[in-house]
């Protein structure tokens, strides 16, 4: 989709911080980051949320959850990370292309200390 953010990042017309690249998926820092680690997993494939992409594409949605642990562990995080799917703009979705926020390097425990 041309006018697509992440479909451009994609497509190589707008930059980004890419840490993981295959055939099918692509992750990139947050230009925002909320955490040390803030990496976004998106599938090259475009779909508006996750809740399509499972419901039209569930093994990439396997896969797009397989990138974000090999980003979780890339970054140094193992199996101690967040990763956090906003679907729909009441509940901060921004960009609607489908993307997993791979946060980690704080701690997230609630309450805080």
């Known amino acids: 989709m041309s006018d697509c953010l992440f479909c451009r990042i994609v497509a190589g017309e707008i930059p980004a911080d890419v840490v993981l690249r295959t055939d ?4 990139f820092r947050d230009i925002s980051p909320q ?3 803030h990496v976004l997993v998106i599938p090259v494939e ?3 949320n996750v809740a ?3 419901a039209k594409a569930p093994q990439l949605t396997a896969k ?5 642990a090999a980003v979780a562990a890339q970054e140094g995080l193992g ?8 679907t729909g703009a ?4 921004s960009v609607f292309h489908v993307h997993g ?5 704080r701690d997230f425990t609630w309450p805080p200390g």
Do not use: C, K, T
């Open 79 to 86: 199996d101690q990370f967040r990763l956090v799917f906003n």
């Open 24 to 27: 099918e998926m692509v992750a």
């Open 90 to 93: 009441e509940v901060g979705q």
């Open 52 to 54: 399509e992409l499972s």
């Open 101 to 105: 926020h791979v946060l980690g390097g």
């Open 35 to 37: 955490a040390p680690v």
């Open 46 to 48: 475009h779909h508006a």
């Open 64 to 68: 797009l959850l397989d990138a974000a």
